[in-house]
């Protein structure tokens, strides 16, 4: 299997910092073969020959933004227990309900487009329900959970032109960590 060529964008891209925008349907050819590619470079990703091949980090999902493309597209690769994996490609999502309930990735969220060690949490809640839509511009509803509702948090984050990093607190990264539950 041959690794997509993609350019995924450093934290010191302006771009990143932009808010994307809204994708017109039916979505073309060219975006979906796209989103296919990005799902692959992620399941390669995590397979521990693969990246060690390749040189990569492992990702779960990635944001249109982060190759330079300013659309509400993400896509999300997440391995199951049984290293299957469950695939989405989001369009033009909004959360539409959130749980009270907070947490935070123990060991700190990561991102494709921050090459670095960060120190800190983010806080996310624990359950989200989105609105988005199909390459055929069907709209859909979804409840996330735990890693997975953290992963749609993140995503959506870079298409408002916000990376994980600007919501750490510089002054206490650690900050109402006791208030929230750790995944």
């Known amino acids: ?10 934290e010191k891209h302006k771009i990143l910092h932009t808010k994307s925008k809204e994708v017109s349907f039916p979505v073309d050819e060219k975006t979906q073969a796209l989103c296919y590619d990005m ?10 020959k693969i990246a060690e091949k390749y040189n990569l980090r492992a990702g779960m999902g990635l944001a249109f933004i982060q190759l330079g493309i300013p659309k509400r597209i993400f896509v999300i690769a997440n391995e199951n227990e049984d290293h299957t994996f469950e695939e989405h490609i989001i369009i033009n999502p909004k959360i539409i309900s959130q749980s009270e309930e907070m947490v935070y990735v123990g060991e700190g969220e990561g ?18 329900n989105i609105e988005y839509y199909d390459f055929a511009g069907n709209k859909k509803t979804m409840r996330a959970r735990e890693d997975l509702a953290v992963a749609f948090q993140h995503e959506i984050d870079h298409l408002n032109g916000i990376l994980f990093v600007d919501l750490i607190d510089p ?11 750790e995944l």
């Open 1 to 10: 299997m041959k690794l997509p060529a993609l350019k995924i964008l450093d």
């Open 171 to 181: 002054k206490n990264p650690f900050k109402d960590m006791e208030n929230m539950r």
């Open 39 to 48: 799902i692959k470079y992620l399941e390669m990703s995590q397979d521990e």
């Open 111 to 128: 991102c494709l487009s921050v090459n670095r060690e960060v120190e800190g949490i983010v806080p996310r809640h624990a359950r989200i």
